[in-house]
RNA sequence: GGGCGCGUAGCUCAGUUGGAUAGAGCAUCGGCCUUCUAAGCCGAGGGUCGCAGGUUCGAGUCCUGCCGCGCCUACCA
């Protein structure tokens, strides 16, 4: 709704610059500093100023005078130097809002992938992986409530060094057969995904001693890639096994995926080969004949670079600006090399090249997740792939592999599916000091001295997912014990839950993408202010308004007769009732302005807002005890519409609104 | 060396594609629970927006230079 209003007031007013003054410029739309200024601003006039050569306020006297009539918009006022504050005609909007008129994309829509999680299937998941996946997993909530057609990837590379690693580790130094991973696998007591964890910080430390034995690496990676003998084998159950604890570990949190595609299957299905005779023909890659990349198939630098012009001095000194290499002088194909390939299908770019599916699981809310297979699709697979538009969700320091991939693309000749491919990134999530301390990690006296340090798989230095999230149910639940003694554990146990998903959440998407999270226990497992369980709590509040206003034994108003246009002008008159109503109503409006930003923590952060302007309602208005009937019934309607658009707004976060907290 | 990013209150961070008086949370101090749940509300103190120039009606935001920090710059992924 007020989406659909700024939109409105964006056209009338640049129809009207175009029509007066023959002016095509882009009309910004804001909300002003202010709330006495009114619901939206435009400082169209200063841009127009400049333009035209004329002075900004008598321009915006100007426009003030000829934009009338605009439907849903009471006023529009000159103010300060040139700004048009805007005021909505309040009556009107409640009505639409009140008759449920929602966001309907007046367009088609577009199938869009995005590939988040992907973590490496030879270890727990950690705090790292964790924002990744619930950045990744609230832009698909954004895409999907802006009625987009998204699927959800979670890529796994079953076949790398890192799982590489874990299967030499079991044999080597485990001395185990691919029958007792297996037994390992299905012990209860084991928790499988641990059990890699501590296994691949040994083999690291264990190459770091003692070099010769990095040769059990290559082997394996061998024995992988030909999918044969014991290795093959505990490769397979291994990666297996990982990816469902890693699919438990995200569902817990609300995270479902559509799709788990396999660099195995990718290999298998030669995707790679295609690819490489494209890129071929296109010339976007060529044999290196000279140097230390002989050999190799490599991607010239300047394709993926922007590099200023040097002399030739300093050109012999840049030892490091070098082409990539794509395909090694082995013939083995690197990881960009499999990604353009991978990238291609996504497109729908690699003809006469797709992989099988099978069913992988399906969950409660009868999503089913998918993933590729080698061999024998099952019939019922949905059709996968073939997306306007890829949003990758990786982590900054692979910039410059998304980048080569990019320029893959481009010189593929694909300039516009390039345009449509997109690196979601977002900095890393960090250790501070403090916080390796209280985990035992011993630092050195440098990485003491740092503001934080980065986590490392292979040092087994990071707070894995499933951790931190056991400790902040722990600690939601004691709270909620403490006050619901009378709840049956499971009920607690769930709210706990439903609580610290929320904390978990919110924490992650609470940072921009740029910021390093510097995790710290304290910051993460609070439950107060600016945090998940903060906005979960508006919305208790106002359920407990109406359970309350129910066991009294009256029954809910007919608003549809009682709360006339009438009715609701007059009570909106209110300034504190406009601005609740007002702020709750914003969410596709906020969505869209987050996604055009790619910044989910806009969401997060009017998520906040809007249950701050509750409270504060809250507390100035005690809607039981409302005298004045007309104004109870309209009270009981704006706390229902607020329970139901927070609702909403925790729901596209992927939190959930406890029943009591 | 080059690329990307960061530097805003004691701490952690926002700052709406250049706009109106730079905002939150935490922490500190002071108020508010016989009230629809205090996981809350109200108030106070706290700022050279890293430094120096520039662009303009207007700069935390854009440009240049410098300082500090982080990441990337593999025939690893």
């Known amino acids: 709704m007020f989406l659909a209003l ?3 007031l964006r056209t009338a007013v640049a129809a009207h610059i175009k029509q007066r003054y023959n002016v095509d410029i882009p009309v910004v739309i804001e909300l002003p500093r202010q709330q006495e200024f009114g619901e939206l601003a435009t400082p169209v006039s200063f841009a127009l100023a400049k333009e035209l050569k004329q002075a900004p306020r008598q321009i915006a006297m100007e426009l003030v005078g000829k934009l009338t009539d605009i439907p849903g918009i009471a006023s529009i006022e000159l103010a ?10 309040r009556g009107a909007y409640a009505q639409s809002l009140r008759a449920g008129e929602s966001y309907a994309a007046d367009r088609t829509p577009k199938k869009i992938i995005i590939e988040h999680t992907n973590i490496n299937p030879n270890k727990a998941a950690h705090i790292g992986h964790l924002r990744n996946a619930v950045l990744g997993d609230t832009l698909v909530r954004m895409m999907r409530a802006l009625g987009e057609n998204v699927e959800a990837q979670n890529y796994i590379d079953n076949t790398g060094v890192q799982v590489a690693d874990v299967v030499a580790a079991f044999h080597h130094l485990e001395k185990m057969t691919a029958a007792k991973v297996v037994e390992l696998v299905d012990n209860p007591d084991v928790r499988f995904d641990y059990y890699c964890w501590d296994l691949y910080a040994r083999i690291s430390q264990h190459y770091q001693n003692e070099p010769d034995a990095l040769a059990w690496r290559a082997e394996t990676l061998h024995a992988i890639e030909a999918d044969q003998g014991d290795l093959a084998e505990i ?3 291994v990666a ?7 699919m438990d570990t995200m569902y817990r949190l609300n995270v479902e995926y559509d799709l788990l595609p396999r660099e195995s299957e990718i290999l298998h299905m030669q995707f790679w080969s295609a690819a490489f005779e494209m890129l071929k023909e296109r010339k976007a890659i060529y044999l290196e004949d000279k140097g230390k990349l002989k050999g190799c198939w490599v991607m010239p630098s300047d394709l993926f670079q922007e590099t200023k012009q040097k002399d030739a001095e300093e050109e012999e000194e840049s030892k490091f600006e070098e082409s990539k290499v794509i395909v090694r002088s082995n013939g083995t194909v690197t990881y960009v090399g499999k990604d353009i390939a991978y990238t291609l299908w996504k497109f729908g770019l690699l003809e006469g090249r797709d992989f099988h599916y099978k069913q992988f699981r399906s969950y409660p809310s009868g999503r089913v997740a998918w993933y590729s297979v080698p061999d024998a699709s099952d019939p019922q697979t949905p059709r996968f792939g073939k997306g306007d538009a890829v949003f990758n969700v990786i982590d900054t320091r692979q910039s410059y592999l998304q980048d080569v991939v990019k320029a893959g693309l481009q010189c593929l000749g694909f300039k516009k599916v390039a345009e449509n491919f997109v690196h ?7 250790l501070t000091p403090r916080c390796c301390a209280e985990l035992g990690i011993e630092l050195s006296e440098e990485d003491r001295r740092r503001p934080y340090v980065e986590v490392s798989g292979r040092k087994g230095l990071g707070v894995k997912a499933d951790d931190l999230l056991d400790m902040l149910i722990a600690s939601a639940l004691q709270e909620v014990s403490s006050r619901h003694e009378q709840l049956p554990y499971d009920e607690r146990k769930k709210i706990a839950t439903q609580i610290a998903v929320g904390a978990l959440r919110y924490f992650m998407l609470r940072f921009t993408r740029t910021t390093v999270i510097a995790f710290d226990f304290q910051e ?3 439950f107060e202010g600016e945090t998940g369980p903060y906005v979960q709590y508006a919305t208790v509040r106002a359920r407990n308004i109406l359970r309350k206003f129910e066991a009294t034994g009256e ?3 007919d608003f549809d007769a009682e709360l006339t246009p009438a009715v609701l002008a007059s009570q909106l008159e209110n300034e504190d009732f406009w601005q609740l109503m007002l702020s709750a109503s914003r969410l596709h409006w906020v969505v869209q302005r987050s996604i055009n930003a790619a910044e989910p923590a806009q969401l997060a952060r009017y998520a906040f807002q809007v249950a701050q302007t509750f409270n504060n309602f809250y507390h100035q208005h005690h809607i039981l005890k409302e005298e004045d009937p007309e104004r109870k019934v309209f009270l009981l309607w704006m706390t229902q519409f607020f329970l139901k658009e927070l609702t909403a707004v925790l729901d596209v976060m992927g939190i959930e609104a406890p029943r009591v907290m």
Do not use: K
């Open 6 to 8: 700024e939109e409105r």
């Open 80 to 89: 300060g130097g040139g700004f048009l504050n805007v005021r909505l005609e």
């Open 235 to 237: 490769g397979r159950i």
């Open 240 to 246: 297996g096994a990982v990816v469902h604890c890693h």
């Open 424 to 430: 979601f990134s977002y900095e890393m999530v960090a």
């Open 524 to 526: 993460a497992l609070s």
């Open 555 to 557: 029954s809910m108003p």
